[in-house]
């Protein structure tokens, strides 16, 4: 199947300080992108959805200026948690489909972000 | 949002017995898909049904839909130590993949 990249596995940092996690598809083109938010033992919560060259969508109560999503590539979308508090410590998980029309989505191993 | 509820929260069960878990939604789909979680991992797809399919198998999975009900279920057989995992079922619609609340299955060796 196919593979995304997600980079770094775990990040710890100081409250203030921006984040920056990269998701990359390895072996195919992802025209769509979607970043999640996973709090302990708890579902996914879509954040936001990005469409390379345009964009992002984001999902109600989701702060745009907060998390910001380029996907500028159709290999590579990246989130940046800016000026970072405690309360934004969680598990972002990407994932990619291929293309319009394609149901399955292929995840990233996900991030722990941690602010101290 | 969320968008399905999963029942029950946690299983465990006994390796070699049969895992169902149960997953209720809210608005119409156009598919139903079930993934599989390792505990601090991302996601394994593991099937996907068509709101126009009733059940669907692939290897010691079988998952039902009923539309009617707005529900679905995945069945894991002859229960293994590995798979042990948090499985969410996630509803497709609006281009968008909405996930339910998760099954925590633990298989007692």
């Known amino acids: 199947g196919a593979v995304v990249s997600q980079h770094p596995s775990r990040v710890i940092c100081k409250s203030g300080t921006s984040v920056k996690i990269e998701c990359r598809s390895l072996?195919?083109?992802?025209?769509?992108m979607f970043w999640y938010r996973q709090f302990p033992k708890q579902s996914l919560m879509l954040m936001a959805t990005s469409n390379e060259g345009s964009k992002a969508t984001y999902e109600q109560g989701v702060e745009k200026d907060k998390f910001l999503i380029n996907h500028a590539s159709l290999t590579l979308s990246t989130l940046t948690v800016t000026s970072a508090h405690p309360e934004d410590s969680s598990f972002y998980i990407c994932?990619?489909?291929?293309?319009?029309?394609?149901?399955?989505?292929?995840f990233g191993s996900g991030t722990q972000l941690s602010v101290l | 949002s969320q968008q399905g509820e999963e029942d029950p929260q946690a299983l465990s069960i006994q390796e070699g017995e049969n895992a169902t878990m149960n997953c209720s939604y809210k608005t119409s789909i156009n598919n139903l898909q079930w993934y599989r979680q390792n505990s601090g991992r991302g996601l394994v797809h593991l099937i996907l049904i068509r709101s126009n399919e009733r059940e669907k198998h692939s290897g010691r999975l079988r998952v039902t839909l009923d539309t009617s009900k707005k529900s679905s279920s995945l069945l894991i057989t002859a229960s293994r130590a590995a798979d042990t995992a948090s499985y969410f079922c996630?509803?497709?619609?609006?281009?968008?993949?909405?996930f339910g609340t998760g099954t925590r299955l633990t298989i007692i060796p």
């Open positions: 994932s990619a489909r291929s293309g319009q029309g394609h149901e399955k989505l292929f």
């Open positions: 072996d195919f083109q992802a025209t769509t």
């Open positions: 996630a509803t497709y619609g609006n281009e968008k993949l909405t």
